[in-house]
């Protein structure tokens, strides 16, 4: 009798779906997506004031009104972005998450989940482990968020930073690599948001946690 | 992408055009824009509605923009040296750059131009060309930034500031020199005074060896290369130090005042 309560107790905690992402993944995540707009969509009234190639933004996906505007937005979301990312980054290490979540990434699993996905045959039943592909992104547009905040501090401190924009190879260079990176995130959100809308149980899981 | 280039400015200047398009615009439309945009921006679309009274979200971006400065200023090391490159890598053409066409610089005769020194100095004589002119001059090949993102590399010679704030008894302590300038609509600009007193913030006489020409500042800039090209005055004539903040006039329009590269 006793030992059938414990195991109906047991049974109940274990019942809840498990969580798939935790509270402070789900609370990162939404601030960065947060941030991240702020600073694309001001980014981009900032590049309109001296494009790099043939071509500027429309102002109705700007933000800002004019360049002044626009800096006054980028160098506030600037903060938001940036502490938001050294505690994903901190505690992403610190909870061993990188790890278990993005480990291993081989070139051979990347090659199988690639193929499995473009017939349609990629499993979603379990939503906690990362196909390969999935990892493969995922550490990639963390890399690239790294590339593109220090790009970026290289260029808002170009002699008190002058080490970091030798490492990008020059102030011109590192307004190229910011540009890029932000054309790699944008192209990432795309696919992002589309797959999390193909996949509804992905998007419930990042707003309730399963 | 080339034709998609013609098609969308013919033959016009992008930076001038986006320069002159802000331009046309009276200083409370610029504001305005700022608020604008918050209400056209990602709150909007994230929310469905106007979700930051545009006042206050303008306050939050002011206020954040003074955190920025003190930040900067904390950032700011008076004995890091702006990299220098060989003559070499020097712009050609350097470009013209201002909220007006060329046709509209300050012309400025050098007989009768005297920079005016004014403020929290001992000796607030006036200075005449020549005796500018007769100061030890140094000078720099460094690369002006520009607000807007470009840059170019310049060489630019004239007397360190500091050297001449020492010589007019300037109070080192205050907080700011204060420019104002020819330029029409009168632009003016604060320095803070640790930026004035770094090695290489230099009162310039001469672009590439040669006087100073007119599409550069004559008779006299102020090339600051640990600051952004805007906080660089040209066609001086005034300078006072003072403790007060007087502003300016790009920082009077929302660029962040401290600005340092």
Same mark, same amino acid.
């Given at each position: 009798?006793?030992?059938?309560a414990?195991?109906?107790?047991?049974?109940?905690?274990?019942?809840?779906?498990?969580?798939?992402?935790p509270?402070?993944?789900r609370?990162?995540?939404?601030?960065?997506?947060?941030?991240?707009?702020?600073?694309?969509?001001?980014g981009?009234?900032?590049?309109?004031?001296?494009p790099?190639?043939?071509?500027t933004f429309?102002?109705?996906?700007?933000?800002?009104?004019?360049?002044?505007?626009?800096?006054?937005?980028?160098?506030?979301?600037?903060w938001?972005?940036?502490v938001?990312?050294?505690?994903?980054?901190?505690?992403?290490?610190?909870?061993?998450?990188?790890?278990?979540?993005?480990?291993?990434?081989?070139?051979?699993?990347v090659?199988a989940?690639?193929?499995?996905?473009l017939?349609?045959?990629?499993?979603?039943?379990?939503?906690?482990k990362?196909?390969?592909?999935?990892k493969l992104l995922?550490?990639?547009?963390?890399?690239v968020?790294?590339?593109?905040?220090?790009?970026?501090?290289?260029?808002?401190?170009?002699?008190?930073?002058?080490w970091?924009?030798s490492?990008?190879?020059?102030?011109?260079?590192?307004?190229?690599?910011?540009?890029?990176?932000?054309?790699?995130?944008?192209?990432?959100?795309?696919?992002?948001v589309?797959l999390?809308?193909?996949?509804?149980?992905?998007?419930?899981?990042?707003i309730?946690?399963? | 992408?080339?034709?998609?280039?013609?098609l /969308?400015i013919?033959?016009?200047?992008?930076?001038?055009?986006?320069?002159?398009?802000?331009?046309?615009?009276?200083?409370l439309?610029?504001?305005?824009?700022?608020?604008?945009?918050?209400?056209l921006?990602?709150?909007?679309?994230?929310?469905?509605c106007?979700?930051?009274?545009?006042?206050?979200?303008?306050? /939050?971006?002011?206020?954040?923009?003074?955190?920025?400065?003190?930040?900067?200023?904390w950032?700011?090391n008076?004995?890091? /040296?702006?990299?220098t490159?060989?003559?070499s890598?020097?712009?050609?053409?350097?470009?013209?750059?201002?909220?007006?066409?060329?046709?509209?610089?300050p012309?400025?005769?050098?007989?009768?131009?005297?920079l005016?020194?004014?403020?929290?100095?001992?000796?607030?004589?006036?200075?005449?060309?020549?005796?500018?002119?007769?100061?030890?001059?140094?000078?720099?090949?460094?690369?002006?930034?520009?607000?807007e993102?470009?840059?170019?590399?310049?060489?630019?010679?004239?007397?360190p500031?500091?050297?001449?704030?020492?010589?007019?008894g300037?109070d080192?302590?205050?907080?700011?020199?204060?420019?104002?300038?020819?330029?029409?609509?009168?632009?003016?600009?604060?320095?803070?005074?640790?930026?004035?007193?770094?090695?290489q913030?230099?009162?310039?006489?001469?672009?590439?060896d040669?006087?100073?020409?007119?599409?550069?500042?004559?008779?006299?800039?102020?090339?600051?290369?640990?600051?952004?090209?805007?906080k660089?005055?040209?066609?001086?004539?005034s300078?006072?130090?003072?403790?007060?903040?007087?502003?300016?006039?790009?920082e009077?329009?929302?660029?962040?005042s401290?600005?340092?590269?």
């Open positions: 009798m006793t030992s059938l414990v195991s109906d107790h047991q049974a109940e905690t274990a019942a809840p779906a498990k969580v798939i992402q509270v402070w993944v609370l990162v995540h939404w601030i960065n997506a947060f941030a991240m707009i702020l600073m694309i969509m001001s981009w009234q900032i590049y309109n004031a001296s790099l190639f043939g071509f429309s102002h109705s996906i700007t933000l800002g009104g004019w360049l002044g505007g626009a800096l006054l937005w980028h160098f506030a979301a600037m938001l972005l940036m938001n990312g050294l505690i994903y980054l901190a505690l992403g290490f610190a909870t061993g998450r990188f790890r278990k979540k993005l480990l291993p990434i081989t070139p051979g699993g090659i989940d690639t193929k499995a996905a017939t349609f045959k990629l499993s979603h039943d379990d939503l906690s990362y196909n390969s592909v999935q995922y550490a990639g547009i963390i890399t968020g790294v590339v593109i905040v220090l790009s970026g501090l290289s260029m808002w401190k170009p002699v008190q930073l002058h970091l924009v490492l990008f190879g020059g102030y011109d260079i590192a307004r190229y690599v910011h540009f890029t990176c932000m054309a790699l995130i944008v192209a990432f959100l795309v696919i992002h589309a999390a809308l193909l996949v509804p149980k992905s998007l419930r899981a990042m309730i946690g399963r | 992408m080339r034709r998609l280039r013609k /969308l013919p033959g016009v200047d992008k930076k001038l055009l986006v320069r002159d398009a802000v331009k046309t615009m009276p200083e439309t610029r504001r305005r824009f700022i608020t604008a945009g918050t209400s921006g990602a709150l909007t679309l994230l929310t469905g106007d979700v930051v009274d545009s006042s206050s979200a303008e306050e /939050l971006l002011k206020k954040v923009s003074k955190f920025n400065d003190a930040v900067q200023a950032m700011f008076p004995d890091a /040296l702006a990299p490159f060989p003559e890598m020097i712009t050609k053409p350097f470009p013209f750059n201002a909220y007006y066409d060329l046709d509209d610089a012309e400025i005769a050098g007989a009768d131009w005297k005016e020194v004014r403020g929290l100095v001992e000796n607030k004589k006036s200075w005449t060309l020549d005796e500018l002119y007769k100061l030890p001059q140094e000078k720099q090949v460094t690369r002006h930034i520009c607000v993102g470009w840059s170019a590399i310049g060489s630019w010679t004239g007397t500031l500091r050297d001449f704030l020492k010589l007019v300037a080192t302590r205050a907080k700011y020199v204060w420019f104002q300038c020819a330029d029409k609509d009168g632009y003016n600009s604060p320095l803070d005074m640790r930026t004035a007193l770094h090695p913030t230099q009162m310039t006489f001469k672009f590439a040669q006087i100073l020409p007119r599409a550069y500042g004559f008779p006299m800039k102020i090339r600051v290369p640990t600051k952004l090209g805007f660089n005055p040209k066609y001086v004539l300078m006072e130090v003072t403790n007060d903040y007087k502003g300016g006039y790009w009077d329009q929302g660029y962040n401290f600005s340092g590269n």
